[in-house]
């Protein structure tokens, strides 16, 4: 069971605003959903190791080499605000 | 005569080869059957033919090709179906769509799909939903369900989809064509607009098994630019055999019966049957675990995407709501271009995460899925491929299941368990049920990919299952 | 009665490390390009991009593990750590969570609990007034820096002041700077430090509530810092008054602590595994590549000074942590007339680190001074030898100090060899006892207080020439004592 609080606590640390109307929506199926995913507690999962990776690979590393990087205005061509040669953003402290 | 279009991949470049068709001439018939397209399959495609004489002397010869929209192609649409990327052409171009085009494709259009891979009936892109070409008035299956049903309309040979629980599988079912999705890791994700990155697999379409081997053949190898990836043991050989003599076919006594419908279940049978004929054997197995795949599935790809998704935030690409404060930017962004579906497992999702939860959920079902994994492993000892439906259903009507997430996420019950355990698995069609395709699924080990290709070309030969496009429906 | 207190601190240090490509793309690293110019798909978290961990980074970390005396995990793992912030491009940062590169050990006695890998946020800078957006304060990130490789050292809670904390991170840079992981240099950010504090009645088990100090960018600042916030907790507990846990910032131009807390609820991070890379497993010629890049580090060059040289503690830990100073101090060492010895090494380092240091300035790398290594053996040398005393030896080192050059040439042109022998020097103590009557007959009378007034009045008439013990002994035999 989701409640209407865990759904805006969640909400919030998704940054996904919901209406009103979304919040009791959405309280309702993720309860159904979760209820269904409940299922998985029939099962005694002590001493089972989690799987990360179903293919076991070994350490990818790279090269330390360097690579060209963008050219700064292919970075800000589908950008929707730039401003001073940045990425511009309502201040956090605002 | 014959259609252009109705010619597979195979046909085609073995015409061009000998002089016999022109790749620019193909190229055209598909690039204006795909332009005047009334599926909705595509949510662009090439505005002329391109210049294909490098293409054409390589060992696909320009053959056109269709790309779900979530694979990024440099200067090119690539929205993953979303709201929030509309318009958004990425600098860079997917691993998998490189390699395509120095074997030879040109890219001939995007397809449309599930915002973000998430769905099993492409009812949640935000650009519409794509209409079945079997009957416009259903679905044609998710998350790919543009590449399907392109492929299917004979609107492009053959195709790119992603597959996370089902999403090539699952379509190419439902479509009547054939659908791979191959062992994890082996196709890079780099350029994928990611999903759930555990699960996340491209694979190919096409309408017969020759042509899916043929593409995928070309789509695999270790990438340097996905730490995930790896190199196939073997190089991907196009399938021969005629027969399945000794091949023991392996069905889940936990994965069947209930749920599927009796149209599904007899064509199931009868291709069962089918096998027997040629020479194979076919056994119950044992999948304990299987059952549980599903639940474990809603909590790992939410999760994983929840994750993913946090990067669409309006700051470097994509939409942005207007705010005045920074988390009002956010939160107004991501409400205003997150469809439904995709607000849904994202909450899903991060409470999976959230503080005080992250052991029952995530973690449980990350060992859940090691159960499973072992299931396969054990089955595997007894069988050499494991065979189910593909889908418990036919394409259903849309609409149909949107108001209903539960139901939606049931259609990728016999899919999900191979996922979560990372194996190949193939797509195919077996018959029909009230006039709609059938398809059945055939699973195996790890980097079986050549056995799995060549169990389903002999029985793709017996089956004659017709998938000719200018034909589709023609036997109902 | 009032209580005692005492203070618990643990440190968080964030080390930029010295590699040439970002910690998962290979974007060059910044110095100071325009901003946006060292991106590319993954460091700008464009959809599709996927992280690979460079090797270099993980080998700097296995040799940062070893120095610290670190176990070094031979698998650990990248999570991310979620939260959403315009420095990150992802709505996460790829950290270590639960499998660290290393973990344990200890340097300068205190013990280290962890060492991680993650990646550098970008910088986000307060756009001006024309930068506005709608009249309201805006910012703009510069993702050059997003991705630079960072090793997170952790110690534990083994620090009681603001002084140790300084003295560890000083060994702790001193450490890094040898090992070239890093330019450790704190204003340029490359040496980033937070501080854990508490305070708890003296004997008390309990650790107190703690406060986090963010993001100190010199030395003196946290020390300054961890005084004024421990000052800060200890007039609150004696006002009978709680210690809230939060983050707080010191100004250290107007010295005030000040709250960092947001209106958001606590930061929920959400941390899994990233699945987008697979475990660094590490082999064993990833071990013997970073040992054999050890270099000596300094608390082996101390203990190397006392054993070998038999340097006092204090001056072999401030030749041995000073990089460039104990350099120096070897290099005259080897140039000394005696060689690499210990018997020259003591008087040599007393003036390295004595004289010298004095002259130069606590921060000056002696080799950058006009001195050379091996004018200073020389000069010491000389003093032993008596060809000229320590006095005169200061004199002829303010000129190596001004201008350079040879110590035996100065000593000549200057006339600042030693007045030594009876025919010399008698004559001057005589004249000097005969200039001081009384002093003389209090000498005499067997008060030897005022023999330093003899010896200062030979010492002026000589330019400090003479050796104030041969002066002595004369005094006595003039005055037959």
Redesign the interface.
Known sequence: MIDRTQVLHVARLARLQLTDDEVGRMSTELSNILGHIEKLSALDLTDVEPTTHVVAVGSALRPDVVRESLPREVAFEQAPDIADDGFRVPSPQA | MTHLTDLTAKTAIDAITSGDLDAAELFDAYRSAAAAEDLNAYTWVADQTPDLGAAAAAPLRGVPLAVKDLFCTAGVPSQAGSRILEGYRPPHTATVVERLAAAGTSLLGKTNQDEFAMGSSNENSAYGPVKNPWDRSRVPGGSSGGSAAAVAAGLAPWALGTDTGGSIRQPAALCGIVGLKPTYGTVSRYGMIAFASSLDQAGPFARDVTDVALLYSHMHGRDPRDATSVGHPEATVLPTAERMDGLRLGVPEDLTGEGVEPGVMAAFEAALQTARDLGASVERVALPHADYGLSAYYVIAPAEASSNLARFDGVRYGRRSGADDLVSMYTKTRHDYFGDEVKRRILIGTYALSSGFYDAYYAGAQKVRTLIARDFTAAFAGVDLIVTPTSPGVAFPLGAKTDDPLAMYLNDYFTVPISLAGLPAISLPCGLSEGLPVGLQLAGPAFSENRILDAAYAWERALAFDSTPSRIGAAR | MSVEYETVIGLEIHVQLK???KMFC???LTFGE????????VC???????????????HLGLMIGMALGCELAPRS?FD?K?Y???DL????QISQFDEPLCAGGGIGGVRIHRVHLEEDAAK?????TS?R??G????????NRGGTPLAEIVTEPDISSAEQAGEFLRLLRTTLRVLGVSDVNMEEGSLRCDANISIRPVGQAELGVKTELKNMNSFRYIEKGIRAEVARQEALLRAGEPVTQETLHFDPRTEQLTSMRSK??AH?Y????E???????ITPDMLERAHAALPELPAARQERFERDLSLHPDTAKLLAWRTELGDWFEAALAASPAGYDAAAAGPLANWTTNELITRLGTDVDPATSNVAPAALAQLVALVAAKTVTANAGKQVLDVLVAEGGDPAAIIEAQGLGAVGGEDTLAPVVQAALEANPAIAERLRGGDMKPMGVIIGHVMRETKGRADGGEVTKLVRAELGL
């Not at chain 3, 986000?124 to 001006?128: F, S």
């Not at chain 3, 959400?270 to 595994?273: A, D, K, N, V």
């Open positions: 590699t040439n490509t290979s974007c060059a325009p901003p946006n110019t060292r991106t590319c798909p700008l978290g464009l959809p599709g991009a996927l992280p690979v961990a460079n090797a270099e980074a993980i793992k991310r979620q959403f912030y315009p491009p992802k709505g996460y986000l800078v307060h756009a001006g930068g957006i709608h309201s304060a805006a910012s703009v990130v510069d993702f958001e609820e929920d959400r941390y899994f595994p699945p987008d890379l697979t475990p660094v497993l």
